[in-house]
């Protein structure tokens, strides 16, 4: 993919002050570029819900961002836990966010799979105790 826009944002864990300020960044660049209000949508939900995973659930990590002229790549890396049991993670309503994120209204347990669900390509590779990455693909049409 030949990139027109590169971007990596770090995402630091538990910093609840600043969720969803890549994912807003995202939409805004996207908007920008006029990509269409429906690809716009899928990739702000996905990047929303990935960037609340690193704040949720990791040790801290980076988003980042590619477009190019044949789509969009949001590819997520974190340090942390890891996920022991991938399609366990994948099921609606299964989360293991602590009482703190439960608190503030997050850890539904609805991320994963609308990430799945926006996204034109998904992919997750997790390992326990080293992190977890999460690959992304939208068509622009």
Do not use: C
């Not at 864990?13 to 209000?37: F, H, N, P």
């Not at 716009?40 to 609340?52: D, F, G, H, P, Q």
């Not at 890396?77 to 293991?96: C, K, N």
């Amino acid at each position: 993919m030949s990139a027109i826009i590169h971007e990596v944002y770090p995402v630091e864990a538990g910093d609840y002050t600043r969720a969803g300020e890549a994912s807003a960044d995202i939409k805004r660049r996207l908007k920008q570029l006029g990509v269409s209000s429906d690809v716009m949508r899928k990739v702000a939900v996905a990047s929303y819900e990935v960037e609340l995973n690193l704040v949720i659930h990791s040790l801290g990590g980076k988003l980042t961002l590619e477009v190019g002229t044949d789509g969009i790549h949001l590819l997520s890396e974190d340090v942390g836990p890891g996920i022991p049991d991938i399609s366990l993670a994948m099921r609606e309503g299964w989360s293991t966010a602590s009482e703190e994120a439960r608190s503030l209204g997050f850890g539904a347990g609805m991320g994963l799979p609308n990430m799945k669900r926006n996204a034109d390509g998904f992919d997750i590779q997790s390992e326990v105790g080293k992190g977890t990455r999460i690959d992304m693909r939208f068509n622009l049409a």
